[in-house]
Antibody, heavy 117, light 109 residues
Framework: EVQLVESGGDLVKPGGSLRLACAAS????????MSWVRQAPGKGLEWVGR??????????DYAAPVKGRFTISRDDSRNTVYLQMNSLKTEDTGIYYC????????WGRGTLVTVSS | EIVLTQSPGTLSLSPGERATLSCRAS???????LAWYQHIPGQAPRLLIY???SRATGIPDRFSGSGSGTDFTLTISRLEPEDFALYYC??????????FGQGTKLEIK
C-alpha cells in the first residue's frame, strides 16, 4: 500500500527540541522529493520545507519562519524523512504532515506538535 | 515570494449546486504550476488538481480547474455531501518556496 506515516509529535516546552519522522511505503522513496507541511490550530496549510532526491542533489529549502531552527534529512535505506525542530516556539504548534512530489500527491495523516509551557 | 489570495473565505451552498472558488496570485505563476487540495479536518489533505487544470488520479470529473497567469478557478459542477470541506490553492512553480492560499471553507447552506 502506498502510504506515509508520521510519528514523533509530542508536547514540548518553548525552546525545546523534537524530531519527527515520516515512514514511506509502496513507492520508490529514493526518487521522491519530500516536503513537510504544517497546520496551526484554526489556520491554513503552511509549507515548512523540502528535501530533493539524491539524484537531484538532496537540495533542501525551508520556509522563512523555520529557517535556521528546523533541519530536514532523509535516510533512503529506511525509506524515512526526518524533521529536526530546535528552538521551538509556541507558534510552531500544529499538525505536521509529510508529503511527496513537486505538487503534493500523497500525504500522511499528520502528527501533532504542541509547544507550551 | 508569491502571495495567493483565495475568495470567498466561506461559501455556503446546497448539494447539487455549482461551486466556484477563486485563487489570485500576486505575480504570474510560472508555467501555471498551480494545484488545488481538499482538506477535511482530521484527514490527510487530498490533491485534486495540478498544472492548473489536470485532475489527479481518482478525482471525479465534477472537479475542474482553469485559469492562467495570476487568476485561477476551481469549479465543482454539482456538489455532493462529501465535497463540503476546506479547499486550498498552492503554487509550486516559483521554486524554491511553495505557498498556499489561506483557504476557502465550503459549507452546507
Amino acid at each position: 500500500e502506498v502510504q506515509l506515516v508520521e510519528s514523533g509529535g509530542d508536547l514540548v516546552k518553548p525552546g525545546g527540541s523534537l524530531r519527527l519522522a515520516c515512514a514511506a511505503s509502496g513507492f520508490i522513496f529514493s526518487n521522491a522529493w519530500m516536503s513537510w507541511v504544517r497546520q496551526a490550530p484554526g489556520k491554513g496549510l503552511e509549507w515548512v520545507g523540502r528535501i530533493k532526491s539524491k539524484a537531484n542533489g538532496e537540495t533542501i529549502d525551508y520556509a522563512a519562519p523555520v529557517k535556521g531552527r528546523f533541519t530536514i534529512s532523509r535516510d533512503d535505506s529506511r525509506n524515512t524523512v526526518y524533521l529536526q525542530m530546535n528552538s521551538l516556539k509556541t507558534e510552531d504548534t500544529g499538525i505536521y504532515y509529510c508529503t511527496t512530489g513537486w505538487y503534493f500527491d500523497l500525504w500522511g495523516r499528520g502528527t501533532l506538535v504542541t509547544v507550551s509551557s | 515570494e508569491i502571495v495567493l489570495t483565495q475568495s470567498p473565505g466561506t461559501l455556503s451552498l446546497s448539494p447539487g449546486e455549482r461551486a466556484t472558488l477563486s485563487c489570485r496570485a500576486s505575480q504570474s505563476v510560472n508555467s501555471n504550476f498551480l494545484a488545488w487540495y481538499q482538506h477535511i479536518p482530521g484527514q490527510a489533505p487530498r490533491l485534486l488538481i495540478y498544472g492548473a487544470s489536470s485532475r489527479a488520479t481518482g478525482i471525479p470529473d465534477r472537479f475542474s480547474g482553469s485559469g492562467s497567469g495570476t487568476d485561477f478557478t476551481l469549479t465543482i459542477s454539482r456538489l455532493e455531501p462529501e465535497d463540503f470541506a476546506l479547499y486550498y490553492c498552492q503554487q509550486y512553480g516559483n521554486s524554491p518556496i511553495y505557498t498556499f492560499g489561506q483557504g476557502t471553507k465550503l459549507e452546507i447552506k
